[in-house]
Nanobody
Framework: QVQLVESGGGLVQTGGSLRLSCAAS????????MGWFRQAPGKEREFVAG????????YYADSVKGRFAISRDYAKNTVYLQMNSLKPEDTAVYYC?????????????????WGQGTQVTVSS
């Protein structure tokens, strides 16, 4: 059973930084793709960043390119999302997701497993 547990959310001022973590367990993730999504109140869940567990190719939404960085740690089975230069519009619940194929997708329906989410609030 795959489990994803996010942590690292919180309240930060505009221009600040946060690092989200997603601890994965339950199987070997070598052939998986991992993604970070976010959902703001009243909006649909949207793709933020993704990474192929093997090889490490990364992908980003245009809205976060140059500000966010996704990475993974093999030894810890953990995926990170480093968020810099945060803006109020980045405020959302952030979710980690895993896909049983080594191809990053931007559609929520492409992912098989989800974490419970962690709140990120950016104050102006």
């Amino acid at each position: 059973q795959v489990q994803l547990v996010e942590s690292g959310g919180g309240l930060v001022q505009t221009g600040g930084s946060l690092r989200l973590s997603c601890a994965a367990s339950g199987r070997t993730f070598s052939y998986y793709a991992m993604g970070w999504f976010r959902q703001a109140p009243g909006k649909e869940r949207e793709f933020v960043a993704g990474i192929r567990w093997s090889g490490g190719s990364t992908y980003y939404a245009d809205s976060v390119k140059g500000r966010f960085a996704i990475s993974r740690d093999y030894a810890k089975n953990t995926v990170y999302l480093q968020m810099n230069s945060l803006k109020p519009e980045d405020t959302a619940v952030y979710y980690c997701a895993a896909r049983g194929l080594p191809v990053v997708a931007v559609e929520t329906g492409a992912y098989d497993h989800w974490g419970q989410g962690t709140q990120v609030t950016v104050s102006s």
